[in-house]
């Protein structure tokens, strides 16, 4: 078994695909039905419009970058940001968790949470 797809809910699929390509640095690709996928290793991020109210996910979605310093300028550049607390520290700096990760959190005009860490600190519970 294997993870291929996670999809999160937008509103207005061109706001949408300009947002995820600036934070991402890559263009989402359209695929039909209200769609855009953007490629992130070997799971596709699902971008959905559904011509309704767009629900934000009740959990953040993780992504491991090499480069997280690079994610999270542009991530300020977009005001996406996190303005929350994790653990007693600014959700929306790059800091080491207690856990181990070198993160930082954000979220999309839709309030789907996102959250980028730094490749070669990922938790996986070992």
């Given at each position: 078994?294997?993870?291929?797809?996670?999809?999160?809910?937008?509103?207005?699929?061109a706001?949408?695909?300009?947002?995820?390509?600036?934070?991402?640095?890559?263009?989402?690709?359209?695929?039909?039905?209200?769609?855009?996928?953007?490629?992130?290793?070997?799971?596709?991020?699902?971008?959905?419009?559904?011509?309704?109210?767009?629900?934000?996910?009740t959990?953040?979605?993780?992504?491991?970058?090499?480069?997280?310093?690079?994610?999270?300028?542009?991530?300020?550049?977009l005001?996406?940001?996190?303005?929350?607390?994790?653990?007693?520290?600014?959700?929306?700096?790059?800091?080491?968790?207690?856990?181990?990760?070198?993160?930082?959190?954000?979220?999309?005009?839709?309030?789907?949470?996102?959250?980028?860490?730094?490749?070669?600190?990922?938790?996986?519970?070992?």
């Open positions: 078994m294997r993870l291929f797809r996670v999809t999160v809910e937008v509103g207005e699929p706001k949408a695909a300009a947002f995820y390509r600036a934070l991402f640095g890559q263009r989402p690709r359209p695929v039909g039905g209200g769609r855009c996928y953007l490629d992130c290793g070997g799971v596709i991020l699902a971008l959905i419009s559904t011509g309704e109210t767009p629900r934000a996910q959990q953040d979605v993780y992504f491991e970058v090499d480069d997280l310093e690079a994610f999270h300028a542009r991530a300020e550049g005001g996406a940001l996190s303005d929350v607390e994790v653990h007693g520290r600014p959700a929306g700096e790059i800091v080491t968790r207690p856990w181990g990760e070198r993160s930082f959190y954000a979220a999309d005009p839709w309030d789907n949470g996102l959250c980028f860490v730094q490749s070669g600190t990922i938790f996986i519970g070992e």
